[in-house]
């Protein structure tokens, strides 16, 4: 186990006939010894090539990336003591599952009874102890996945890596290997790296989540960081589910005080807000365009008290219940917000209901740029 | 009578048996949302009715009348897949409007409908571009619209959201409701998704080799699950499920020993004492806290996994007996790195219970 850096790191790939394409731009970030951490983005972000630069399977064009203090650009993938389980598994098909993933450990002179022991142990939190005899071949998918990740997370090595290592997971099994999992390399400080494209995966599991795309680093932080201060549209569309809400909206004067007119899809105006007079919101100035978020969750249905909440009353349009909660589907004019409440909530369809819209919820975003200017909690900071 | 009726349907293709005697009843007006692992028949089923598939055995019924040996196209089925195919040479009104000049509707009669459809599926404003002009979203919306627009008898809908990206699929799911009500359509819709068949079914169909293994509301799959099975299916993360054999106490209350505790199980488990039950308890049931609490199992949390707006622990009581508790989303608790001491509470009042070998709910 040991610490991870990237330093400047950039993949280009140069084919014949093709033009080159610079699949991961400068990224940097500094790994602590026992981190878990998660790569998401869509597919093409680059997520996949930092992987595997990291693992030795591709070259890096430019950077330094460390182990420990250890630069181990030059160093061949068998070299670098890495772990990793890929997404195609590659398992060895005329190996018995047991050995599988005993094969590193026995390869690197570990005595068969104490090789056996870490199988059986393995095996046991991942499930499949009951398939130990049997070949690759005769497996499901979800099984040799299990496989492959119980020969990576099997093994002593500095650093483990994951591509898509749940990808295949049963549904009846996933809530509880993910917790498994995630107990197991932080009881044994396994500084690991996964790549999934489910940041699902990733909040539930990492400790900090990059989040990439075309190439560029957006954010490198914890799933809270993440959720409450998104760096840019991006992040904020990306993570979390269900959606944050996003609604454009331009700043208005009207003598000294400032209102946020919120729009609908086509521009024309559903609702509008005062903007508080204080230092912090000066982002919001006069004539500006922004995009204001809001996550579902943050949405308070009929609110009480009086606390720093703008109020808004709309139309339910649609109402789901899920069991163990609700979803609310809820105009005001014609914008469109999506809000999570709690499944005793009954609104039905057509009926009017007040939200609030709690201030230290609400993201602003450049509307050209998509960076953020301003997170509400900063307002309400003292 | 039922608008729609699948009478005992059997369908074989070689010796695979895919439809097993199945029958089903869809009130005009109604989405009925039909809802199985892949393999389980769903496809089939919609083609029996949409006429591209003969049943082997029984019959399907559309407006009290039978529709055996009617085409396809006289059914007036309209039907639409995970990839929603639009014209790329057709602006969106063009592509919308398709189904009613195919039937000859005269001009303003045509763009009127165009319209109302279009405005209530918001894209109203880009009804002058082509497809590929279009968000992945508008496509979603155009393609719905055209399924919909000439009003067709019942509306079957494969797995549509199946391949859209969170955004639209959340969307979607809340606007769908709203469309179907104001078309009054008879809808079938198949999905793999628990929560678009909780979402958008006034009833579901549980689709389980071939045959229905239930169909009742949302509310009455989920709470009243009617066997271990289809309890499974719902809820993520799913319910937990302990072996437990219920005794009565010389007290008369009924006890089970679950994680090591002995628990007084509720009120409803008088006729329990003394038969091998599997308990089912939803993790959204389940709550976990620092402090012990009576009827509490001590509990050591494993490790705090967040999940979209909840937030899901992984509990382990003295025994090894794992439980899976959820609870709104919490940033103190997501944060926690490493074991702790808790106690887990099961609220017995929504706990199910299920025969140890049939599986169906006591």
Redesign the interface.
Known sequence: MASLTLDHVSKLYEQKGLPPTLAVKDVSMSIKDGEIIGLVGSSGCGKTSTLRMIAGFESITEGTIRIGERPINKLKAAERNVAMAFEGYALYPPLRVSDNIAFSLLRNKMPRTRADTKVKMIAELLEITNILDLYPPSLSGGQQQRVSLARALVRAADVFLLDEPMSQLE??L???L???I??YL?QNKMTSVFVTHDQ?EA???A?RIAVMSEGVLQQFG???DLKERPSNLFVA?FI????MNLLKAQVTAEGRARRLMVQD??GRQAFSFGVPDRAEATPLQNGRKVYVGI???KIVVAPGGNGAVERVTGTV??S??????S???VEIG?A?L?V?A??SVRAP?ESQITLGLPYEALHFFDSDSGEAVLHGSDLLRA | MAYLEVKSASKSFGKKRVLEGLSLEVERGECVVVFGPSGCGKTTLLRLIAGVLEPDQGEVWIDGKSVMGVAPEARGVAMAFQNFALYPHMDAFENIASPLRARKLPEDEVKQRVHEIAGLLRIDHVLDHLPRQLSNGQKQRTSLARSLVHGPSVLMLDDPLRNVDAKIRYEMRLELPRVFRKFHSTVLYVTQDYKEALALGNRIGVLMDGRFEQVDSPVGIYRNPKNQRVASLFGDPPINLFPIRPERGSDGVVHAQIGGQRLALGTRSAELAGRECILGVRPEDVAFDFEPAPGGIPVELEAVTPFNVRTVTLLKAGDDTEILASRPEDNILATARGHRRGWARIDFDRALFFDAASGIRL
Request: glycine fraction near 8%.
């Open positions: 549904p009846h996933r809530a509880k993910r917790a498994r995630k107990d932080i699902t909040m539930a599991l400790d914890s799933p809270v569309g979390g589910e269900p959606p899809e086509q996550r579902p969750h349009v649609s789901e219940w899920l069991g163990d909660q979803y609310l589907g014609d469109f999506i999570v709690d499944r369809h």
